[in-house]
């Protein structure tokens, strides 16, 4: 095998294979290395935001998700009871698209390969080294030379650990359960509580599962401990007062709220994005999406470099504009685990103060879902028109390539590059 390319990717999770995809629309020869024999089965993200959506119908990716997805009206933050009102959005997708993510994978990974990425499972990447012209990519079976490196290995980035960038941010001071399973006593659709003893949410998944999610108030000192079936009854019965009858787990499993963003996203002809860029509690169900924003800035700029059609200073834009989001999901990631795991007197009385701001300020309301959906994303240019680094929506950019829109010139990941008297202007 041919063990020289352009660029590597390292892992084959969603963001790996949409950076991959990104890079093939400019022919730029893309390989992605991935640890694992075979994809994994478990959905760890279950619902796609307005802004991927968005970005998703630019490159014609949309329709298979649409019609597969459960269109979602409402999102709670911070598990809240009264949930945000998704169809007052400025959007096409005035909703949350309920869409496992192994789903999601596997319509990028066909778009990866249907583009020509060369995807190789079962390869682990082990370390880095810079050399004259690029980077030398260790795996535990060989050695690659590549011209760039995108890690997109995921919280645990063995690429950002090679590269020597640091990941500053708080330990994880709080345990969440999770178990996918069948019940024969399912709740409600939409089913949630929050009380003095800990959160419980109840979300469907494809075949009749069920994913009982939440917080124990009462079992935080789990480190180490595999969650059971029979915690997961006991936990879930204490905290909602019910039975539910759970049966058959197909993944139990615990998390944390350690929350992080990389210090660099680029470190010479190593970049990061993904989960291996950020990480933080999956509150609100946005780091799959905070990812795939990552790779549609990432791609573009990096096929431009490569291509010699821009020099490697933009490639310094992508940390410019995605860290700070990075950072602002990180925040209100926090915010929502402690309004979570409000189960004093004082924190339930915290949440039914938001909660009452929420049902009776409709702007607050607002404001918290373009947030959670990244419709608010916005790329800051000083000194330029106003309208530059802002989102557009609902333009074909199918091609990867800028468009011009009267006087306005869209980057390929929908927002304006140029605005006012560019008429007749050159997008190549
Ligand atoms: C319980 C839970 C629920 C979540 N719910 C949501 C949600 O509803 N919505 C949402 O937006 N986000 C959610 N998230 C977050 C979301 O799952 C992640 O943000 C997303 O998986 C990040 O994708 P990624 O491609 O960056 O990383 P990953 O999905 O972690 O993929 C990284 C890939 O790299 C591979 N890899 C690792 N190391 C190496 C190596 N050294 N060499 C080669 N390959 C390697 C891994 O095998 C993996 O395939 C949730 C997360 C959890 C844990």
Redesign the pocket.
């Known amino acids: 095998m041919d063990t020289e390319t352009e660029v590597i990717v390292?892992?084959?999770?969603?963001?790996?294979l949409m950076v991959a995809a990104e890079l093939r629309l400019a022919g730029v020869d893309t390989v992605v290395?991935?640890?694992?024999p075979e994809p994994?089965p478990h959905p760890?993200?279950?619902?796609?935001?307005a802004r991927t959506l968005e970005q998703l119908a630019m490159r014609g990716l949309i329709d298979p998700f649409l019609a597969d997805g459960i269109r979602v009206p409402s999102w709670h933050f911070g598990f809240l009871p009264e949930r945000l009102d998704l169809t007052r959005l400025d959007t096409a997708y005035p909703f949350l698209l309920a869409f496992p993510?192994n789903r999601t994978e596997a319509l990028l990974q066909e778009r990866a390969l249907e583009l020509g990425a060369r995807i190789v499972r079962g390869?682990?990447?082990?370390g880095l080294t810079r050399t004259a012209d690029g980077v030398r990519v260790e795996?535990a079976v060989r050695a690659w030379q590549a011209g760039w490196v995108v890690g997109?290995?995921?919280?645990?980035?063995?690429?950002r650990k090679a590269a020597g960038i640091g990941f500053p941010g708080t330990d994880g001071d709080t345990w969440a359960y999770?178990g996918d399973v069948r019940a024969d006593a399912p709740p409600p659709a939409g089913y949630g509580v929050q009380n003095d003893k800990g959160a419980l949410i109840v979300a469907p998944l494809p075949g009749g599962l069920l994913r009982f999610?939440g917080f124990d108030a009462e079992r935080q000192d789990p480190a180490g401990r595999e969650l059971t079936l029979d915690e997961l009854r006991e936990t879930t019965a204490r905290i909602s007062g019910q039975e539910f009858g759970l049966r058959d787990p197909v993944w139990l499993?615990r998390?944390t709220n350690a929350t992080r963003v990389a210090a660099d996203y680029r470190r010479g002809r190593v970049l990061l994005?993904?989960?291996?860029a950020h990480m933080h509690f999956?509150a609100g169900?946005?780091?799959?999406?905070?990812?795939l924003q990552d790779a549609m800035n990432l791609g573009w700029k990096l096929a431009a470099v490569v291509r010699g059609h821009a020099g490697e200073d933009l490639l310094d834009s992508y940390q410019t504009e995605r860290r700070p989001w990075a950072e602002d999901v990180a925040e209100h990631t926090l915010a929502q685990t402690a309004l979570i795991t409000a189960t004093t007197p004082a924190g339930q009385a915290l949440r039914r103060l938001l909660s009452d701001l929420i049902r009776t300020q409709p702007e607050l309301s607002l404001a918290l879902a373009r947030r959670l959906t990244a419709l608010d994303v916005h790329y800051p240019a000083p000194g330029k028109h106003p309208l530059v680094g802002t989102r557009v929506a609902g333009v074909a950019l199918l091609d990867g390539r800028p468009a011009v829109l009267g006087s306005t010139v869209v980057r390929p990941d929908g927002y304006v590059l140029e605005a006012g008297a560019v008429r007749g202007q050159s997008t190549s």
């Open positions: 390292a892992g084959a999770g969603p963001v790996g290395l991935e640890r694992a994994s760890k993200a279950l619902g796609l935001h993510q390869e682990e990447v082990t795996t997109a290995d995921g919280a645990g980035s063995t690429v999770l999610t499993s998390f994005a993904g989960d291996a999956p169900g946005v780091g799959l999406n905070l990812g």
